[in-house]
Nanobody
Framework: VQLQASGGGMVQTGGSLRLSCAAS????????MAWFRQAPGKEREFAAG????????SYADSVKGRFTVSKDNAMNTVYLQMSSLQPGDTAVYYC????????????????WGQGTLVTVSS
């Protein structure tokens, strides 16, 4: 599976951005798609995810209520809509994929896209 992330940029506090992750190379109907993020000087962490088969989603507490993960079956694309952005959301955002169920651990994901930088200015 090849993953291509896009949509990062710079936004002011309180603003919104939408990230996209296009998947190719294999049927991903049985995959779990996740967004991780890595802030400067910190470890990469799970932010949000969606089970492709039924659209069930999961969020880290830090983004719950502000971020929404969704998918487009026809486009084989996962989105991360980010709202009410705060400087603490500044990070490189990565999409990742694994077969089966959700995992919050990055080592469980064999497929990764390149990161896309989100910068939130105060």
């Amino acid at each position: 599976v090849q993953l291509q992330a896009s949509g990062g940029g710079m936004v002011q506090t309180g603003g919104s951005l939408r990230l996209s992750c296009a998947a190719s190379g294999r049927t991903i109907s049985s995959y779990y798609m996740a967004w991780f993020r890595q802030a400067p000087g910190k470890e990469r962490e799970f932010a949000a995810g969606i089970r492709w088969s039924d659209g069930v989603t999961s969020y880290a507490d830090s983004v719950k209520g502000r971020f929404t993960v969704s998918k487009d079956n026809a486009m084989n694309t996962v989105y991360l809509q980010m709202s009410s952005l705060q400087p603490g959301d500044t990070a490189v955002y990565y999409c990742a994929a694994r077969t089966g169920v959700i995992s919050y651990y990055l080592r469980h994901y064999p497929y990764w896209g390149q990161g896309t930088l989100v910068t939130v200015s105060s």
